[in-house]
């Protein structure tokens, strides 16, 4: 079957797998925990694999290390969907009752998406995450790795496959895309996929969100900026701004350009020399920075790069305002913060900023799914419309509204013979 | 200015809309209803002058309807503005608020999306109504008028613009358009236009869809079915069917095809082709059906038709299972009623069936943000992300997450120093 028959049969089979129980779900979430722990042996034989090859075409270091699965990535998986089995079932949970009349209620409930393509990178632990977070809302999945991890995630696959079947889910709940090829044969699913979640590279989920009439939910860039205001606590300030480039650079909630109020410049730029120099960050800023402190000068470019290495744009600004002008004129709409003790401030830039996350006196580095508390996330979104910030399942679900009746028909209130009351139940 | 440099001025403005204060938004709308109100002479004179010129245009009866202003529509219009100022202000309502650890909180927080752009057709309520929604709820809008009502829309435009700056709303909160080459510019702004809400027919809502960046919040098709169980009452189908097809027989909500139960028809169909006949409406139907009750064969193709028109494909049935297959394969995910006294059936019937409006015993013509109690809407999605259904107020917004910390790093959680304790609060 090609990838558009196989997501039509799963676009008309996804109803089923909405409505399969919350014990059913959990239990072939527990099954897969099972069928990871009774088949060690074979997954880490099929990585060794994908590392051989990976060795041989000279994959790079970064890249190794993702793929290299661990005993301790497997046991961090497996408590991640233990954790998702303890956490409530959200599928057809009433958002309102509403009695438009006597005699005829409206229900807003929430339902599952349906189907849904995930293109993610060439990590096994994000093929078994999810897959889970997928299984637990109720929706249909197109599952593509990264052809790196072929080896391991045809085995983590076929084992979360059986474990889904065994559970009873429907037979078309899952399906694993192979081949590179079949990308682009995703792409053009739109009358059956309803949601892709790219993940990956800035330029490949671009390439994606330009190729497709499937909704995206994702981010390309991930450009996050620290401002730090003129009533700032040189105390947080410096292990924030060092955690948030040092802690995971290459991530998308790194920070990239610092805008410093000029009247916190002086305070707070010798301190942070000194700690960009103990953890060997370049610098390049504002003409009156760069001559003070001996960096070279940032072009107005430098203020639109997500560098994803050490390396950090820097600004002095004027106000408050000009910070916020500056964020959302150059950032991504990702994670941003002010680092202030003034509490007006900080609400003016939480308000003003137009980005998913808008921190105070904290690292950008917390723009995750687990560290917000929602066990895990598909991915972090840029969007405005539907899911924002990290995806976790509710993010995966939709509504309907279900109107009960006994025989109303609309001319009656076109004509006057009958009004509307609406009471909220 | 161009479009786009307008639209780009526009997002910079957006959070400074966002933040107005509910008690403006409010004024702004009071004084809307004060300018309609004062300005009636204006107004009408304006829209006689659309009328005149799309006389010389030969323009079809139906749009000529639309393109009336009456008095009775000014009063309508100004009813509904009233009703908006009433409904509580949603914006920067807080959605939950999680302690993720000591002194560092997480709050998702509802705000406005920021600029929309509304293409909406030759209807001058649907200006004011549109314009409205966006103010309540702290939104910019660019707004494109249907050509035939230029002269009413820029009166309309121009009283409506005039309110809002009066009670102190940004100078970029509003602009219209004016040129229907305007539209392809506002479809190539993804940089600075948030969501497109385009209304009219099903071929231009597909042209928006298929020649933008920008998310699409809407329909093109709107397929209604309503399937007659064997459990049915005869005396709710009827009215019901009627009124479906016959209320506003050009309405997206309007019924298109019927499927009844194998064990339905012999006592839905004679009664229901006395109904017919007495309201001209014509059917073609699956075979068993035509040969029966004298009608025109139905092909495939019949299926996937919207009429908009006194025309309805009928098509027996064997189980409620098929006709829900049937329903997900050739409908719109628009609006879709069982006839049943069966509770259960009706149940399986609500959950698998995949559209936004899924109904018991009543018209079709029921989805309507109106009717819901949404005071009013900007359009009807068929989309599953974001909005579903009938848009008010509430898909008219997005969330952010707001994080409050006092220096709290990433590493410290990483390394196991510290751990979340996630508590909502």
Same mark, same amino acid.
Request: hydrophobic share 40%.
């Given at each position: 079957?090609?990838?558009?028959?196989?997501?039509?049969?799963?676009?008309?089979?996804?109803?089923?797998?909405?409505?399969?129980?919350?014990?059913?779900?959990?239990?072939?979430?527990?099954?897969?925990?099972?069928?990871?722990?009774?088949?060690?042996?074979?997954?880490?034989?099929?990585?060794?694999?994908?590392? /051989?090859?990976?060795?041989?075409?000279?994959?790079?270091?970064?890249?190794?290390?993702?793929?290299?699965?661990?005993?301790?990535?497997?046991?961090?998986?497996?408590?991640?969907?233990?954790?998702?089995?303890?956490?409530?079932d959200k599928v057809f949970e009433k958002q309102f009752v509403r009695e438009l009349d006597k005699g005829l209620t409206l229900v807003k409930e929430t339902c599952p998406i349906g189907v849904i393509g995930v293109i993610f990178e060439a990590r096994p632990d994000a093929m078994v995450q999810i897959a889970s977070l997928c299984i637990k809302s109720g929706n249909c999945a197109i599952l593509k790795g990264g052809s790196e991890t072929k080896h391991t995630n045809k085995v983590l696959f076929s084992l979360i496959y059986q474990a889904a079947i065994e559970s009873g889910l429907p037979k078309n709940c899952l399906f694993q895309a192979q081949l590179r090829d079949e990308i682009s044969e995703l792409l053009a699913c739109h009358a059956s996929v309803d949601l892709?979640?790219?993940?990956?590279?800035?330029?490949?989920?671009?390439?994606?969100?330009?190729?497709?009439?499937?909704p995206v939910m994702g981010h390309a860039d991930g450009l996050c900026h620290?401002?730090?205001?003129?009533?700032?606590?040189?105390?947080?300030?410096?292990?924030?701004?060092?955690?948030?480039?040092?802690?995971?650079?290459?991530?998308?909630?790194?920070?990239?350009?610092l805008l410093v109020h000029k009247d916190a410049a002086d305070k707070l730029m010798p301190k942070l020399m000194e700690a960009f120099e103990e953890y060997q960050i370049s610098l390049c800023a504002s003409r009156d920075l /760069?001559?003070?402190?001996?960096?070279?000068?940032?072009?107005?470019?430098?203020?639109?790069?997500?560098?994803?290495?050490?390396?950090?744009?820097?600004?002095?600004?004027?106000?408050?305002?000009?910070?916020?002008?500056?964020?959302?004129?150059?950032?991504?709409?990702?994670?941003?913060?002010?680092?202030?003790?003034?509490?007006?401030?900080?609400?003016?830039?939480m308000r003003m900023v137009d980005s998913a996350g808008v921190y105070q006196n904290c690292s950008t580095r917390f723009a995750d799914g687990f560290r917000y508390g929602f066990g895990a996330e598909v991915g972090i979104s840029t969007g405005k419309i539907h899911a924002r910030g990290p995806v976790g399942l509710e993010g995966l679900l939709t509504y309907k509204y279900k109107l009960y009746g006994n025989g109303?028909?609309?001319?009656?209130?076109?004509?006057?013979?009958?009004?509307?009351?609406?009471?909220?139940l």
């Open positions: 079957m090609t990838i558009k028959e196989q997501a039509a049969a799963m676009k008309l089979d996804s109803p089923l797998m909405a409505v399969t129980s919350a014990q059913s779900r959990n239990q072939a979430l527990t099954n897969v925990v099972k069928q990871l722990n009774e088949n060690q042996a074979q997954i880490f034989a099929a990585n060794e694999q994908d590392l /051989a090859e990976a060795q041989t075409n000279h994959i790079p270091e970064a890249v190794m290390k993702r793929l290299k699965f661990t005993q301790q990535k497997l046991q961090a998986v497996i408590e991640g969907i233990e954790k998702l089995v303890e956490l409530p892709l979640i790219p993940r990956g590279s800035n330029a490949f989920v671009q390439y994606i969100m330009d190729n497709t009439k499937i620290i401002y730090v205001d003129k009533e700032f606590d040189l105390e947080k300030a410096i292990p924030i701004i060092i955690d948030a480039k040092t802690q995971y650079t290459a991530a998308c909630n790194a920070v990239e350009t /760069a001559e003070q402190y001996h960096c070279s000068v940032a072009k107005d470019e430098d203020f639109a790069t997500e560098y994803l290495d050490l390396m950090l744009s820097a600004k002095t600004v004027e106000t408050v305002e000009e910070a916020v002008y500056h964020i959302n004129q150059y950032g991504s709409h990702h994670t941003d913060c002010i680092i202030t003790e003034n509490k007006e401030t900080a609400e003016y830039f109303q028909i609309v001319d009656d209130y076109a004509t006057g013979k009958k009004t509307f009351h609406f009471r909220d």
